[in-house]
């Protein structure tokens, strides 16, 4: 079945396989294209933008993700865990003369928000949806680690900077998609490398610089070969000159590896999946960032046993049966429009709940059934209530639509969709300070701090300052993996068709993972 996007009006699919699904969840096909889904899901979602405000109740100064003009309470999280309040005492009775967003959105303005995400750590407060990292900064969904900042989804890391997706790393810098490394630097889809810089699709390479399709190799600049000593004397200019211009060297490196063939997409040890980054899968459909999952359509950041997740961000650790919902993991089954719901069940349209099941349109709840707007009832009672619900949203148009962007807490500017989807604001301009001692991003002319370990950390590496913030820094690096946007190409070598992230008006050479691996 071919539909047309209500939002964008781009004609989107419906396959058989999808209907069957949605009639096993019991929701109406979407409106919206995966793309717009997508967006709209992600516009609840602001991970990087952290900011100091007071805690509502005790009005001791947090960090939090709310900022301080945002007409939400605001708790921090160690009241916001504790038994001083109770999520029940705000619930409500449905009112089925009004729309449900209606009614959720009041909810929303009274319940206390948990300020951040961020367990179990040490001297890293400044640190999201993050655990157990000590002396960590500016660090977003990443556990594990020390001495890190700047970086997005690493794990078991020390002492490393400016990273994304890596994972036991150390001593390492702009790294995107690299693992058990030490003394990376500028780095992408690399595994055990060492003492080496601009690498590309390496494994167990030591002691190289500019080098891409390599495995165990030591002592090669630019995939040419050298001895250890002209090795070692030819780094130093190399080094000397990346203190000079390393933007240079990096549109350098970009160009020789133009000369080089990429495999369409990073899927590994995985059958039947279409998409970017996955692993150890079987049956995923456009899924991104994907990692031990099965039949799952449509999803970024699936991993640890995800099944049958369909319109997903973040979702994992044992959940299954999930449908348009951002955040909710760690043994979730059957949760339709959820937001940073963890270990729930069976549940609706509810909001940064936990330990829970049977919830529709709740927030804030912890080791509760069977509520509705956070009033509990019986059983019986919620079933029945329901489903009239049920019937009253489809009236309405509401039900299997996820929540609408104007509901969300968050600016546009402030979310993850701006990332992917960005839209023009007035948000951050004009915010430079006179201060010659602060410097200003020359990509978005914010200014912004260098702190004294970070000075240590470059003059340590032997690197010159950045001369862009770190916002700006990230959204660089995560040009590495191109866009979410599946396109179809042909195998540069045996023409077979591929679905790559690669558009054909790329300058990369993009070869079958048959050829690829032939090639290498």
């Given amino acids: ?18 209907s069957n699904f949605y009639k096993k969840i019991e929701v109406l096909p979407p409106t919206l294209c995966p793309d717009c889904r997508q967006q709209r899901r992600l516009s609840f979602r602001n991970e990087r933008n952290l900011y100091k405000r007071k805690c509502d109740l005790t009005g001791k100064e947090i960090i939090s993700i709310y900022s301080p003009d945002k007409k939400l309470k605001v708790y921090s999280q160690e009241i916001w865990w504790s038994d001083k309040w109770n999520a029940l005492d705000y619930g409500i009775e449905f009112d089925f003369s009004k729309p449900f967003f209606q009614q959720f959105a009041q909810l929303m303005k009274e319940v206390p928000r948990l300020a951040i995400i961020n367990r179990n750590s040490e001297n890293s407060i400044y640190t999201n949806i993050c655990e157990q990292n000590k002396n960590c900064y500016m660090l977003i969904e990443s556990s594990n680690n020390e001495d890190c900042l700047y970086s997005y989804w690493i794990q078991k890391s020390k002492d490393c900077m400016d990273m994304s997706f890596c994972t036991e790393c150390e001593n390492s810098y702009e790294c995107f998609y690299c693992g058990k490394s030490y003394g990376l630097l500028f780095s992408v889809n690399c595994d055990n490398c060492s003492d080496s810089y601009f690498l590309k699709n390496c494994t167990g390479c030591r002691n190289c610089f500019g080098c891409i399709n390599m495995s165990q190799k030591q002592y090669h600049i630019f995939n040419k070969q050298y001895s250890k ?35 369409y997409a990073e899927i590994i040890r995985s059958q039947n999946c279409s998409g970017n980054y996955i692993s150890n899968s079987k049956d995923c459909e456009n899924c991104f960032h994907a990692s031990d999952a099965e039949n799952c359509k449509n999803s970024v950041h699936i991993w640890r046993n995800a099944k049958f997740v369909y319109d997903c961000d973040t979702v994992g650790m044992d959940s299954e049966l999930a449908y348009e ?96 989807f960005p839209q023009e604001s007035e948000k951050n301009k004009n915010q430079n300070s006179s201060n010659p001692d602060i410097p200003t991003c020359e990509e978005c002319r914010k200014n912004y701090k260098i702190t004294d370990y970070e000075k240590n950390f470059y003059e340590r590496l032997f690197l010159p300052t950045p001369k862009n913030c770190p916002d700006c820094r990230h959204k660089t690096r995560m040009l590495w993996e191109n866009s979410r946007k599946l396109l179809e190409r042909t195998c540069a070598k045996c023409k077979i068709k591929v679905k790559t992230t690669y558009p054909k008006t790329s300058k990369e050479i993009v070869y079958c993972e048959k050829c690829y691996l032939e090639a290498k």
């Fill in 229 to 263: 000593n002209d090795y070692e004397e030819k780094i130093k200019t190399l080094k000397q000159d990346l203190l000079k211009d390393i933007e240079a060297t990096k549109k350098h490196f970009k160009n020789f590896c133009l000369k080089f063939p990429n495999k």
């Fill in 325 to 420: 919902c951002i955040n909710t993991a760690i043994n979730s089954y059957n949760n339709k429009f959820c937001n940073r719901c963890w270990s729930v069940s069976e549940s609706f349209y509810s909001n940064e709940c936990d330990n829970s099941n049977n919830l529709f349109g709740c927030i804030g709840l912890n080791h509760k059934k069977y509520c509705i707007l956070n009033k509990e009832y019986k059983k019986e009672e919620y079933e029945k209530l329901l489903k009239k619900i049920r019937t009253h949203m489809k009236k309405t148009g509401e039900w299997g639509e996820f929540f609408p962007e104007n509901l969300s807490p968050f600016e546009y500017s402030e979310t993850v969709a701006n990332d992917y």
């Fill in 1 to 18: 079945m071919i539909k047309e996007c209500k939002k964008c009006s781009e004609k989107f699919d419906i396959s058989a396989e999808d």
